[in-house]
Structure formats: structure tokens, C-alpha cells
């Protein structure tokens, strides 16, 4: 007789690896869920540093293998994904949610899949996760699905960029880099405005928030920057669409929206509900690049009022925490299904379910206690 217990007869286990902004608020919902759940499971978080806030909400915790690449170079580490997928067997896992390296975990699917563990990476393949990353071949893709997408050109030099300023300047334009997060890089030009009506050269300098910018001011700084010199950056010029802006955070499996709350903002206020309109396009967009897992989408209003898609970001939005006040928390609708608790969700029962609501973040704090080996309890 052994007293070896099966990898099946183990508690399972659910994992967020390291996310964007709203690991936290995912770790405190599964916490929730755990209270309510028929079967026990043990919740891992991880990230590449010592992040106790974050880790507080954690039943088990892992450091993720990070180096800077000159340390690297020095003395190469365990890739991420073998790294977790070998703690991952060792905990049961069913359940990995990869947060902000999915392409890295995406590449290696199949060992995952062997393993028994529901990868959940945003997409179902390296070239979707790629193309959802490159804003401009994102585009591209959405038009080749008759998707109504914000309109975009790439530029890469300066001559370019004033091609593109003296054929679209009849118009509102704004600027963003191909690749990025958190608005990095995006900027309102005043190439249509008259010159009594162009923006202030100092004022984007005092009004960071309002993302505007004199269009010669930002011609000239892209022209001398000695960091576009040494590490080019690919940007867009796209028209700006002065509507509404929504976030939709979404609970998907292989194309088809299983859940969905939609959020606008007006001030400081978030609305959170479910809007018929816009989901018309959010569905037809998680469809066309097979979206998995939960991911969040940005769309915008034109002057017609009709949704045009800015974005797919392949994991869970910041904000995904504010779907818990409208009696739908999203965090649980997924991972309840995929952790075996409760059947498939299906979209129109979860739309019944959702309260509108009107949000406000606040800010807040915990304490850190320091460790002294490792600086961090």
C-alpha cells in the first residue's frame, strides 16, 4: 500500500499569474467564491516581484523568474512558462489565467493542455495574441471582418508622419504608438483648428490629463528625439472620435461571449451595465479573433454614434473589479465554469443578473511590512 495521493484526488487549484492592474481585485473575488464554492480549491498568485498588496488575497504564493536582459546575458534563468507549469503540476492546477505574458504561455499550449491545466491566455493562438497587440494589423483584421474599427495610418519616419498631416488635416486627428497600454503615447493633435484656435504650447505640458498637443510642437519634439533615433517606434495617426468611450469587460471561450458587463465614463463616475448596441460589436469582434479567457475591449462613438472598436486587450481590465457592484462579478462567472463549479454560462441569462450602477474608484492603502532578507513580508 502507498500513501501517494493522485494529481486527481489533490484539491485543485486556480492561478493568476502576474497581470497588468487588477490581480488583486481577482485574487479577493476567488477568495469570495471559494466561501461559496461546493468543493474546496486553492488560489496561487505570482508576479515578478515582491508584491504583497497583491499577494494578501493569495493562498500560496511564487516569485516569477525575472532578470534584466543584460543580467541574462550573465546567467540565463528558467523560462516563465517552465517555471510555472512545473508548479503548476505539482499544485493540481486546472486553471491558469496568464495576465501580461500570454504570448510567451500561448507558444508552449500544448504542454499546458497535457498537463490537464485550462490555459487562459486571451486567444487560442500566438498570431491572434500578435495580431491584437499590433493595433495596426489589428485594424486591418477587423475591416477584413466588416468590424467598424477606428480608422488608422501608420507612420515610422517624420517624412511620413507630415504625408499623412498634409492629406488628413482637414479633420480631428490624434496620435498613439502601434503597440502600448494605458493611453502611452496617445495625444489629440490641432491640425484642423484655425491658428486663434490651436492648443496652447505650454498647455500639454501643465494639462498632462487632457492629452492634447500643439501639432507643430509634437512634429518637432518627434523629429529631434533622440529616443525615436535609437529605438524607433511605430505610431499611428488616426482620426479622433469626440464620442463616448466604453471598456467591456469580457468572459469568452473560443469566440463566443459567455458573459459581459459594458462601462462608461463620464467624469470621474463609471456607468456600468449592459449596452444592446455596443455588445452588437463586441461579439462579432471576440468571434472574428477567437478570444479566450476574460479580456477587455475599448470602443468609441463617431459623430454618427456608431461604436467604432479601438482595441482588444487580451487580459482583464483594470476596472474588471466594478463588475462585482452591478450583482455580477465576472471573476467568478469565469472561473466558477472553468473550475468544473457550475455549468456553461450562457450570455443572455447573465445579462437578466446585471443591476446598472454608477461607480467611483477611491484610493486606498495597506501597510508593507518589511522583510529584511528579502525586503518584502
Not at 498588496?53 to 516563465?80: G, M
Not at 507549469?85 to 500561448?106: C, F, H, M, P, W
Not at 458573459?259 to 460589436?281: L, N, P, W
Not at 463588475?323 to 466558477?336: A, E, I, M, N, Q
Amino acid at each position: 500500500m502507498t500513501n501517494d495521493i493522485s494529481n486527481n484526488e489533490k484539491t485543485k487549484a486556480v492561478w493568476l499569474a502576474e497581470g497588468q492592474s487588477s490581480q488583486r481585485d481577482m485574487l479577493e473575488s476567488l477568495q469570495w467564491l471559494k466561501t461559496q464554492a461546493t468543493s474546496p480549491f486553492t488560489i496561487i498568485g505570482s508576479h515578478r516581484h515582491q508584491r504583497p498588496e497583491i499577494f494578501e488575497f493569495a493562498d500560496k504564493v511564487y516569485l516569477e523568474p525575472y532578470q534584466s536582459a543584460s543580467e541574462a546575458e550573465a546567467q540565463p534563468l528558467v523560462e516563465r512558462w517552465q517555471y510555472v507549469l512545473k508548479q503548476a503540476k505539482q499544485n493540481n492546477v486546472k486553471v491558469l489565467l496568464t495576465g501580461r505574458n500570454s504570448i510567451d504561455y500561448e507558444a508552449h499550449r500544448a504542454a499546458f493542455t497535457e498537463a490537464g491545466i485550462r490555459l487562459l491566455t486571451g486567444a487560442t493562438s500566438v498570431v491572434a495574441l500578435e495580431t491584437i497587440d499590433d493595433k495596426f494589423a489589428f485594424m486591418q483584421q477587423c475591416q477584413a471582418h466588416n468590424i467598424p474599427v477606428a480608422t488608422a495610418w501608420r507612420f515610422d519616419t517624420i517624412d511620413e508622419l507630415e504625408a499623412l498631416l498634409a492629406k488628413h488635416s482637414h479633420q480631428p486627428l490624434c496620435v498613439k504608438p502601434v503597440t502600448g497600454i494605458f493611453a502611452q503615447g496617445f495625444w489629440r493633435l490641432d491640425a484642423d483648428k484655425k491658428t486663434e484656435d490651436q492648443y496652447d504650447s505650454f498647455e500639454h505640458l501643465y494639462f498632462t490629463e487632457d492629452k492634447k498637443i500643439n501639432t507643430t510642437q509634437f512634429i518637432a519634439a518627434y523629429r529631434d528625439s533622440q529616443l525615436v533615433k535609437e529605438q524607433p517606434i511605430p505610431m499611428l495617426l488616426m482620426p479622433y472620435l469626440s464620442g463616448r468611450e466604453y471598456s467591456i469587460d469580457v468572459v469568452c471561450e473560443a469566440g463566443e461571449v459567455l458573459a459581459a458587463i459594458t462601462r462608461y465614463k463620464t467624469g470621474k463616475v463609471q456607468h456600468i451595465g449592459y449596452d444592446e448596441s455596443v455588445m452588437e460589436v463586441v461579439i462579432a469582434l471576440i468571434k472574428a479573433f477567437q478570444c479566450d479567457g476574460i479580456v477587455s475591449v475599448q470602443t468609441k462613438e463617431d459623430e454618427q454614434g456608431q461604436h467604432r472598436v479601438l482595441e482588444i486587450n487580451s487580459r482583464p481590465s483594470g476596472g474588471i473589479g466594478y463588475t462585482t457592484h452591478s450583482g455580477v462579478d465576472l471573476t467568478k462567472v469565469g472561473f466558477s465554469y472553468w473550475l468544473g463549479l457550475t455549468d456553461k454560462p450562457k450570455l443572455a441569462d447573465v445579462v437578466k443578473q446585471i443591476t446598472p450602477c454608477q461607480v467611483r474608484s477611491i484610493m486606498t492603502s495597506v501597510k508593507i511590512e518589511v522583510d529584511e532578507a528579502n525586503g518584502f513580508e
